[in-house]
């Protein structure tokens, strides 16, 4: 998900700022759009009905998948026990970071692969027909009256 890393910083910036988890969270949740946000607001509407903030946020795994795992264990381990989240979210954000970066760099490497059926297809026989083309055809009225 591509909004994971700012979901993240978002609540890594609202933790630094002093605000608690459960509110860090409700704002990062009303800036970001997306499925993670999306998930996040309905699990912070849970815990307004009566759940607890571990158990709505033991329900975004499913949702987060294995990218969103760090995220996830950082913010259950800061409000059951009291650990810091703001190292571990920092931690998670720059994960989150590195691997969409390396997400668009394989993409960014399957772009010349893509481009190789135009360029046959399209550009190669429009290069064969402007440029080899006149010359063979040059060469041949050179030969065709010495003949």
């Known amino acids: 998900m591509a909004e994971l890393p700012w979901l993240a910083g978002l609540v890594r910036l609202g933790v630094g ?3 608690p988890v459960g509110r860090a969270l ?14 996040l607001a309905d ?11 571990v158990d709505a946020i033991e329900g ?6 294995e990218e969103g795992r760090p995220l996830v264990a950082a913010l259950i381990a ?3 026990h009291g650990a810091p989240v703001g190292p571990a979210l920092e931690a ?8 969409a970066r390396r997400r668009a760099e394989v993409r960014a490497r399957k772009v010349p692969i893509r481009m190789l059926f135009p360029l046959v297809t399209c550009i190669l026989p ?6 080899v083309v006149p010359m063979v055809g040059g060469a041949l ?6 003949i």
């Open 17 to 19: 700022a002093g605000l």
């Open 26 to 39: 409700h704002e990062a949740a009303s800036r970001t759009s997306g499925p993670a946000s999306e998930a």
């Open 43 to 53: 699990a912070l509407a849970r815990t307004r009905r009566g759940a607890s903030l």
């Open 60 to 65: 975004l795994r499913p949702v987060l998948g």
């Open 78 to 80: 800061s409000v059951r």
């Open 92 to 99: 998670a954000a720059v994960d989150l970071r590195t691997r």
């Open 126 to 131: 429009a290069f064969i027909l402007l440029s």
């Open 141 to 146: 009225r050179e030969l065709g009256p010495g």
